[in-house]
């Protein structure tokens, strides 16, 4: 009897261990994105993309280069990203910027994308401290 209940009881460790790693049919996204590599850039929006469309909110962080992305002086190297990172913003996706990164790779406010919304401790935050958030990083 003994047996049953330590094999009962490692059998639920292991099950409810397991569940919690699936997301829920709606829980939010938050993408930190942290390169101005082309094609990393565009595996990180497209993998948000594929999930806003499957009902998860989403959140882009552009973090490090990756203000890059949204700068208009960049939009020659970056036309598909910034094309993506609008048609997300119009879905209902965030995409914030970090402002520290902004000020040390000298991208103003002033030449982000329309809808791009400056970061701070509070609305990032806000963001990535959601119940049940899900992250990634690129």
């Not at 397991?18 to 101005?36: E, I, M």
């Not at 989403?58 to 598909?80: E, P």
């Not at 913003?89 to 994308?113: F, N, Q, R, W």
Request: net charge neutral; aromatic share 8%.
């Amino acid at each position: 009897m003994k047996f049953f209940s330590h094999l009962a009881l490692a059998l639920a460790l292991m099950v409810g261990s397991v569940a919690t790693v699936f997301a829920g049919d709606s829980d939010p996204l938050f993408v930190n994105l942290t390169t101005d590599d082309a094609h990393r850039a565009d595996m990180a929006i497209s993998f948000g993309k594929n999930q806003l469309d499957r009902g998860h909110p989403l959140t882009i962080f552009l973090n490090d280069k990756g203000v890059f992305i949204s700068s208009k002086g960049n939009a020659a190297k970056f036309a598909d990203h910034q094309k993506m990172l609008g048609e997300l913003m119009s879905k209902g996706a965030t995409v914030l910027i970090c402002p520290m990164c902004m000020k040390h790779y000298g991208v103003k406010e002033s030449d982000l994308l329309s809808g791009v919304k400056v970061g701070n401790p509070d609305l990032t935050g806000s963001f990535l401290f959601k119940d049940n958030t899900k992250t990634l990083s690129w």
